[in-house]
């Protein structure tokens, strides 16, 4: 007979296993109110002699085929299932009419069938695995499972006993169904009571949970979102930042990581940028300036020294001349482009770099005008 389970009381008389949906046989020596036995402890059949027979019954000439009501010889084999006598030819599968392979037989309904008829007839096919279920059966979503079977399907943890929250397509541990539900609403699921999270979520050892669930370590007050944690333990932002951990000067909060020391001050590694452009320096070279930093380019374009030969801004080493600052690239003889170095020797000749050499060129009347002209600019 078939029924479904419902009830925790619902158990095989004999396992203590709850039913699946579907039962298979009864025990015929129980009281009228026919305690039930699942199949996997039936009783299996055994032969017997009709001596052993004739001991129990005392009355020979009334035993018969359960089957067939004929009467069972003293000289033939006799089958013994459950209390009920049959010839062995008599104690057959209802469907394939052939012996039961190990003399294990299953009973539904009244009739006995092998195990691979039972499984074709009645036996549900397991949604994941595709097998037959024999034993205890999982029916949800419209489908059969095995226990072992019946699984999250993000986590993979076994549902059959912790519960499941199914939707289209999908059955899911109620932890992952909160975190799927906070997603699809762009907000996340407190990973202690799976419930969504509004406002700020307090976010600790890399999970996401309500701020109220936790008191601060140091003067136990109900934490916000603005709880930091130190040590192991969450303390409110004022307990935290009284215990010595050093203060971001951009952001004037707490640096848990990696500290910036710059400019006299202690800033986080993100929060220390180029005035100007506002990128991080991530150690690179930076530049102070009435207590700002700049990244290289942007010093050089606000403050830094103008080549007077190519009227860009010197990016790198600066050479000092006539009061005029160059380019090392730049520094060399206007006439025969000789590059020249802070130690050489070289004469100014119309607001141009000369060097000995082609000074040494020119025309002696010429040499005496500029040395008089340079000692008047002197004078």
């Known amino acids: ?53 004739v001991n129990r019954e005392r009355n020979p000439s009334q035993a018969s085929c359960t089957h067939c009501h004929e009467v069972i010889r003293s000289a033939e084999p006799v089958l013994n299932s459950c209390g009920q006598l049959y010839h062995p030819r008599c104690f057959v599968c209802a469907q394939c009419f052939q012996p ?81 539900k906070a ?6 699921a407190c990973h202690r009571c799976q419930q969504l999270v509004e406002g700020r979520a307090l976010v600790y050892k890399g999970d996401y949970y309500h701020p109220d669930h936790f008191n601060c370590h140091s003067c136990r007050k109900e934490l916000t979102s603005d709880a930091r944690e130190l040590g192991g333990h969450l303390y409110c932002l004022p307990c935290h930042d009284k215990q010595g951990v050093p203060v971001c000067a951009a952001c004037h909060r707490p640096i848990e990581g990696r500290v910036i020391n710059a400019m006299g001050k202690q800033w986080h590694v993100e929060h220390f940028v180029c005035t100007t452009c506002e990128k991080p320096f991530r150690g690179q070279r930076h530049f102070e300036r009435r207590g700002l930093a700049y990244c290289e380019t942007h010093y050089n374009q606000l403050f830094g020294d103008v080549c007077y030969h190519c009227n860009h801004v010197i990016d790198g080493d600066v050479v000092s001349a006539l009061n005029k600052a160059w380019c090392i690239g730049c520094f060399s003889c206007s006439i025969c482009n000789v590059k020249l ?39």
């Open 341 to 379: 170095s802070r130690r050489s020797k070289f004469v100014e000749f119309d607001m141009k770099l000369l060097c000995k050499k082609c000074y040494e060129k020119f025309p002696l009347e010429l040499k005496k005008r500029l040395k008089k002209l340079a000692a008047a600019e002197k004078k």
């Open 183 to 188: 997603l699809d609403l762009g907000c996340h």
């Open 1 to 53: 007979f078939s029924r479904n389970v419902k009830s925790s009381c619902d158990r095989c008389l004999l396992c203590e296993e709850l039913y699946p949906e579907w039962f298979v046989t009864t025990d015929t020596t129980a009281p009228p109110n026919k305690q039930v036995i699942c199949f996997s402890v039936s009783p299996q059949p055994e032969i017997v002699e009709v001596v052993e027979l």
């Open 100 to 180: 039961f392979p190990d003399e294990l037989f299953y009973e539904y309904d009244g009739r006995r069938y092998c195990e691979n008829d039972f499984k074709k007839l009645y036996a549900p096919i397991c949604a994941t695995c595709v097998q037959f279920i024999i034993g205890r059966v999982i029916k949800a979503l419209g489908k059969n499972w095995h226990p072992e079977c019946f699984r999250c399907q993000n986590c993979k943890t076994q549902l059959s006993e912790i519960g499941f929250v199914g939707g289209p397509g999908r059955h899911l541990c109620r932890p992952c169904h909160a975190e799927q």
